[in-house]
DNA sequence: CTCCTTTTGTTGAAAATTCAACATATTTTA
DNA sequence: TAAAATATGTTGAATTTTCAACAAAAGGAG
């Protein structure tokens, strides 16, 4: 478990926990890891919601697909981030997601009982383990907030233009890269990968942004 | 402050503690009750995110409104229920929505850092109280998850039959009420409105659904 | 009850999206 | 390196949405 600790105390579950109680509480919570394939599926719709999960490398998608097929992204997790929390915190009986690796992946699963409910052991840190669960959830509502903002828009162009933008915020940089192809992109924004093509190529023609793959600079 | 403890009661925030500690609490919090006429502003988009806002009576939207005026509903609040937990929880300095009074709505607003932040008096229910918001803010999460699976349909019907079916599922009946007149389900699954009437009227047309107002019948 | 306001329904034209099909470019792998 | 697979760009037609303008219905105030 040792080698997971960098990443660990990086991770907003553990935040204000000192390593050594860290390395305990571990041992209490039975984390176990596992290990996913690229577009493996590390949790399926439908199962049940006992797992919460930390991202020790790679990154996941959370992702819904209709009766249609079609797939809707709801969130990218990068490593240090948790997963599946809210569904476990609730209590939720089946996952209305799907989670599956976009790259090689290694997870950490943690029954959720042993985290909300109180150990006989009575570590200490449960109680800051439950207040930054709570930071968690609130900065996920958050993020759903935005993830509203942009897609509430009714162009391409707005969509595309308002994502831009708020990743370009969020990297504190007019450059950056965004964790997606076009096609999980479009599956993002909510819109037709086609359309979506298109409309990148007019801000470019129009001089509004630079691009190359998953690269943009706007100007 | 005792005419509102059946409904404080009823508050997830205060799930599983008694009247007698509730009571003290309510002190202790020093939440104070404020009145709102109807389509009155409860708290204004960029105003700072330090209150924790129960919802005594009435009823309230959380709203966006974008640079042209478009309006966004992303939620309805009732009597009982939380709002902007999130944004005082994740310690965000201004608030990124609106909260308006869809009715003469009474609220009570709590200084958000004496809930977070364990008061001198130490009272018992400080873990409990840090344990409801984080179930609160899962189910929040929740409920954004059934929002964005309804709105990320691309089509007028699908979204209109997406909540339809939602709301007929949590009224568990085939016949209910929906909080919304047609410009607020507009605003809420994000369509024009006048297109959105024309699909109501096919959907009944074709004997699907029946509806008066704002109450609907799933044939 | 009548007038006034608000809400809902209707229509047609303009704009945008979706869809399918294919061309081109890039990446992977054998 | 060449072939195969995947990703991206492009096009035109069909569908759908949006927008504006107005008609009809419902609700509220005096």
């Not at 996952?95 to 992946?105: C, F, G, H, M, R």
Request: proline share 2%; aromatic share 8%; with cysteine.
């Amino acid at each position: 478990m040792k080698k997971y600790l960098e990443i660990l105390k990086k991770c907003p579950l553990f935040d204000k926990i000192d390593d050594e109680s860290l390395v305990r509480m571990l041992t209490c919570l039975g984390g176990r890891v596992v290990s996913f394939d690229k577009k493996y599926t590390v949790f399926a719709e439908g199962a049940r919601a006992k797992y919460i999960g930390i991202l020790l490398s790679g990154s996941v998608q959370i992702i819904q697909v209709d009766y249609y097929g079609n797939r809707n992204i709801l969130s990218v997790i990068r490593a240090g981030e948790v997963f599946a929390e809210a569904f476990a915190c609730a209590e939720v009986d089946s996952l209305p997601v799907t989670v599956i690796a976009d790259e090689p992946s290694e997870v950490m699963l943690i029954d959720s009982s042993h985290i909300l409910h109180t150990c006989s052991n009575n570590c200490g840190f449960h109680q800051q383990l439950i207040y930054n669960l709570m930071k968690d959830l609130a900065s996920k509502t958050i993020m759903f907030h935005q993830r509203i903002e942009i897609t509430s828009k009714r162009t391409t162009r707005e969509k595309l233009l308002s994502y831009l933008n708020m990743q370009s915020k969020s990297a504190g940089a007019r450059e950056f890269d965004i964790p997606f192809d076009r096609q999980e992109l479009a599956d993002y924004l909510e819109v037709d990968r086609s359309g979506l093509s298109v409309e990148i190529g007019k801000l470019r023609r129009e001089g509004i942004i630079e691009n190359r793959k998953n690269h943009f600079v706007i100007l």
